[in-house]
């Protein structure tokens, strides 16, 4: 069963930058896409992002695209999310999933097909 560890959250300005990575503990046998999600406080989790297990296909919601960018190393069993131009409202708890696919080129959008999960990693954006 794989275990994803986020990290790289922490407390930026907005306008600001922040990298967050995601680690599984083991290698996994199957094909995974990954993806990231995140809460505010009082609101429901929200789909941010996400890629393909050969990283070859990539989507994001409306309200992070153009700032936010994932990508992959399945050599290191690593997904990260590259946060630009921060807003206040990006403030959340991030998560990071893993899903299992059948085509190296299936992207999951919906919290549901995600089968694990990580503790997730606080972003705060001061304004």
């Known amino acids: 069963q794989a275990q994803l560890v986020e990290s790289g959250g922490g407390l930026v300005q907005a306008g600001g930058s922040l990298r967050l990575s995601c680690a599984a503990s083991?290698?996994?046998?199957?094909?995974?896409?990954m993806g990231w999600f995140r809460q505010a406080p009082g609101k429901e989790r929200e789909f941010v992002a996400s890629?393909?297990?050969?990283?070859?296909?990539?989507n994001y919601a409306d309200s992070v695209k153009g700032r936010f960018t994932t990508s992959r190393d399945n050599a290191e069993n690593t997904v990260f999310l590259q946060m630009s131009s921060l807003k206040a409202e990006d403030t959340a708890v991030y998560y990071c999933?893993?899903?299992?696919?059948?085509?190296?080129?299936?992207?999951?959008?919906?919290?549901?097909?995600?089968?694990?999960w990580g503790q997730g990693t606080q972003v705060t954006v001061s304004s």
């Open positions: 999933a893993a899903g299992n696919t059948v085509y190296l080129s299936m992207i999951l959008s919906s919290p549901q097909q995600y089968q694990y």
């Open positions: 890629i393909s297990y050969d990283g070859g296909r990539t």
């Open positions: 083991k290698r996994t046998d199957g094909v995974y896409a």
